[in-house]
């Protein structure tokens, strides 16, 4: 199973090169996870995640310095290479600095027919979500302008209903991971690889991964750990984790937990349910104070029994390395040890990391 998501990954360009060309559909590239998809969704077309990969960033670096987020520069390394010649639109949301500026990177250096820049508010408030409300409904007629398509009640609700059922099969495959019935790979690339496949048919396969892995031995676990990271677009530092004789229970992820973690309540206005769950319910924190984002922590840590955290910024990632001491803090008041890489997420740092790792996980043991 692990295998073949990883597959998935490392052939989702072609994967949708392949739905548009069978669909005759528009693929639209997403960044972060504070963008309602099912309006793209509702709208007939695919949204993908925009991911970099491990090598380098040799044509954005001509457009970057050095210290940048490694995430958005190497995404936007993979545009210049035409690895993302497929996309007929990007969606770029108000959150970090470096996101904020792949509006104007990607729309001046690219052939990026449609390009939209989503204004998502600072402060979670009911005159927030209001205004949040307000940019979701200028976001439709955006896509609809751009489509020639009206993106109807109907389908939206439907779409609605498809993410739902979505986040709940990846509910249970964290579930899952917390008995031992999946590992914190596996887990990790499911949550990935619903990024990039059109949710009904990753349903479809979650379903059939999830019925194998329910009818599995329950192996012994490794020390159970707790992953709280910026932003890891592939499953490697996870792999690296267990490889060491950890195993990855749960997870405070952009590419995890955050992405699925909270449906979309139903409602009479399915515009102010997206903004709901958009603003208030991914814990990002972008706009949430430490304190509200350790409820979230707190709350996982407990419920799947975590023996140790490890914590993974990426260089330059503002919004998680200002919060970083007050969550070590909170976690050790915890009686929980914390581990702390700050990096580039490069293969030759990770061989680094292993010795500490190895020594983290046997503190634990001892």
């Given at each position: 199973?692990d295998?073949?998501?990883?597959l998935l990954?490392?052939?989702?360009?072609?994967?949708?090169?392949?739905w548009?060309?069978?669909?005759?559909?528009k693929?639209?590239?997403?960044?972060?996870?504070?963008?309602?998809?099912?309006?793209i969704y509702?709208?007939g077309m695919l949204?993908?995640r925009?991911m970099?990969?491990?090598?380098?960033a040799?044509?954005?670096?001509l457009?970057f310095?050095s210290?940048?987020?490694?995430?958005v520069k190497?995404s936007f390394?993979?545009g210049?290479k035409?690895?993302?010649?497929?996309?007929?639109?990007?969606?770029?949301?108000?959150?970090c600095?470096m996101?904020r500026a792949m509006?104007g990177?990607?729309?001046?250096?690219?052939?990026i027919?449609?390009?939209y820049?989503?204004e998502?508010?600072?402060?979670?408030?009911?005159r927030?979500?209001?205004?949040?409300?307000?940019?979701?409904?200028?976001?439709?007629?955006?896509?609809?302008?751009?489509?020639g398509?009206e993106i109807t009640?109907?389908?939206?609700?439907?779409?609605i209903e498809?993410?739902?059922l979505?986040?709940?099969?990846l509910?249970?495959?964290?579930r899952?991971?917390?008995?031992g019935?999946?590992?914190?790979?596996?887990c990790?690339?499911?949550?990935?690889?619903?990024?990039?496949m059109p949710?009904?048919?990753?349903?479809r396969?979650?379903?059939a991964?999830?019925e194998?892995?329910a009818?599995?031995?329950?192996p012994?676990?490794?020390?159970r750990l707790?992953?709280?990271?910026s932003?890891l677009?592939?499953?490697?530092?996870i792999?690296?984790?267990?490889e060491?004789?950890?195993?990855?229970?749960?997870?405070d992820?952009?590419?995890?937990?955050?992405y699925?973690?909270?449906?979309?309540?139903?409602?009479s206005?399915?515009?102010?349910?997206?903004a709901e769950?958009?603003?208030?319910q991914?814990?990002?924190?972008?706009?949430?104070l430490?304190?509200?984002?350790?409820?979230?922590i707190?709350q996982?840590?407990?419920?799947?029994?975590?023996?140790?955290?490890?914590?993974?910024n990426l260089?330059?990632?503002?919004c998680?390395?200002?919060e970083?001491p007050?969550l070590k803090?909170?976690?050790?008041?915890?009686g929980?040890?914390?581990?702390f890489?700050?990096?580039?997420?490069?293969?030759?740092?990770?061989?680094t990391?292993?010795?500490d790792?190895?020594?983290f996980?046997?503190?634990?043991?001892?």
């Amino acid at each position: 199973m692990d295998i073949k998501l990883d597959l998935l990954r490392q052939n989702r360009h072609d994967m949708a090169r392949l739905w548009k060309k069978e669909t005759g559909g528009k693929v639209v590239g997403v960044f972060c996870c504070n963008v309602p998809e099912e309006l793209i969704y509702a709208a007939g077309m695919l949204p993908v995640r925009l991911m970099g990969e491990k090598e380098e960033a040799s044509e954005a670096d001509l457009h970057f310095p050095s210290n940048c987020c490694p995430y958005v520069k190497r995404s936007f390394d993979q545009g210049l290479k035409h690895r993302y010649d497929y996309l007929d639109g990007i969606i770029v949301p108000n959150t970090c600095d470096m996101v904020r500026a792949m509006y104007g990177t990607w729309k001046m250096n690219l052939d990026i027919p449609f390009a939209y820049f989503l204004e998502v508010p600072q402060r979670i408030s009911p005159r927030g979500i209001e205004f949040f409300r307000e940019r979701i409904l200028d976001f439709k007629g955006g896509l609809e302008e751009w489509s020639g398509c009206e993106i109807t009640a109907k389908a939206i609700e439907d779409a609605i209903e498809t993410y739902n059922l979505n986040r709940r099969l990846l509910q249970s495959a964290g579930r899952f991971r917390q008995d031992g019935l999946l590992s914190g790979v596996e887990c990790q690339n499911m949550v990935i690889s619903s990024m990039f496949m059109p949710k009904d048919e990753h349903n479809r396969l979650m379903g059939a991964f999830l019925e194998e892995a329910a009818r599995r031995d329950t192996p012994p676990l490794g020390v159970r750990l707790l992953i709280s990271a910026s932003m890891l677009d592939n499953s490697d530092f996870i792999r690296l984790l267990e490889e060491c004789g950890g195993s990855v229970v749960a997870d405070d992820m952009p590419a995890g937990s955050r992405y699925f973690f909270y449906s979309v309540n139903h409602s009479s206005d399915p515009f102010f349910a997206l903004a709901e769950r958009y603003l208030v319910q991914v814990p990002c924190p972008r706009k949430m104070l430490p304190r509200d984002r350790f409820e979230f922590i707190k709350q996982v840590m407990e419920e799947t029994g975590a023996e140790g955290a490890v914590i993974h910024n990426l260089k330059a990632c503002d919004c998680h390395l200002y919060e970083y001491p007050y969550l070590k803090k909170m976690l050790q008041d915890l009686g929980l040890p914390v581990l702390f890489f700050r990096g580039e997420e490069t293969e030759a740092e990770q061989e680094t990391q292993r010795d500490d790792i190895e020594a983290f996980i046997e503190m634990i043991r001892g």
